[in-house]
């Protein structure tokens, strides 16, 4: 098993340019249509077609769906389990557990608010044979277990951890309880995509792994001082409960009031890109 942390910030003695590590997205999997226009069309269009994904534990589908003009896959992910006790095979357990399809679209909606989006595809929720679940814009390529496992670095490493830098300060934010190697795609050019919140947004008024703090996109940080409780409240409505909100808006201020100090202790050009 790979170690998802150590993981996601690797700094290469030896650049191995490959360019050929995966299927490279085609112009299908990204038309010139809107965020706007694909939440239209995820919510709209026929599905004509289904098939189960190769990966994950939250019976996943990967639906085909056309409006006659765009066909294209989506994925659908309809777990909605919330448990007074769960045990894991690890022998670990977790009170009050909740793997939700919510926990996507409220990811999403927050998302939109700081400008994170852009590191991720865009989740609606949709009914599909008589069941709920979220369904997200599906992208091709690698994800982060291939790359380890086949050992293939990124061409180009600062670009590679200031992608990677932003999506820890996300995951702190929302609190993923399940982050690893698999919700991490690749895509052409190493643009990094992070999808599947399903187990986020659990309601401690603390970061889950302060560590993974390091630097912090600039713009990021601005949104997130900006950030107010009420528009997350209407944003993320009705995904999130007023006790998730309030926890989301708790580790806000940790983030905010962590970077803040290393500014002042190592200068803003350290901490800030």
């Known amino acids: 098993m790979f170690n998802f942390r150590q993981s996601w910030i690797r700094l290469p003695l030896v650049i191995l340019l490959c360019c050929c590590y995966c299927r490279p997205l085609t112009a299908d999997d990204a038309p010139s249509l809107t965020k706007e226009q694909i939440k239209q069309f995820l919510l709209t269009a026929k599905i004509i077609g289904s098939r189960p994904a ?28 919330h448990t007074a006790v769960k045990k894991f095979a690890s022998g670990t357990s977790e009170i009050n557990f909740v793997d939700s399809y919510k926990y996507n679209i409220a990811a999403y909606n927050l ?18 044979q008589g069941t709920t679940g979220s369904l997200s814009w599906w992208l091709s390529g690698i994800d982060e277990a291939e790359r380890v496992a086949k050992k293939i670095e990124p061409p180009d490493p600062d ?115």
């Open 111 to 128: 998302a939109e608010l700081i400008g994170f989006d852009d590191m991720m595809p865009v989740y609606v929720e949709r009914k599909w």
């Open 54 to 81: 190769k990966k994950g534990v939250t019976d996943t589908k990967r639906l085909t769906l056309s409006d006659g003009t765009t066909t294209h896959d989506a994925s659908f992910q309809p777990i909605n389990e």
């Open 159 to 273: 670009v590679w951890n200031k992608q990677m830098y932003k999506i820890r300060v996300f995951d702190e934010l929302v609190y993923d309880n399940d982050p690893n190697l698999t919700n991490v795609l690749i895509g052409p050019d190493w643009k990094i995509w992070r999808i599947d919140y399903s187990r986020a947004f659990r309601t401690f008024h603390a970061l889950k792994d302060p560590k993974d703090l390091v630097r912090c996109d600039h713009q990021l940080l601005e949104r997130l001082k900006a950030l107010q409780e009420s528009d997350v409240a209407e944003k993320t409505k009705p995904y999130l409960s007023k006790d998730e909100v309030k926890a989301v808006m708790a580790r806000r201020d940790i983030i905010v009031d962590f970077f803040q100090k290393q500014i002042a202790q190592k200068g803003e050009k350290e901490v800030l890109y």
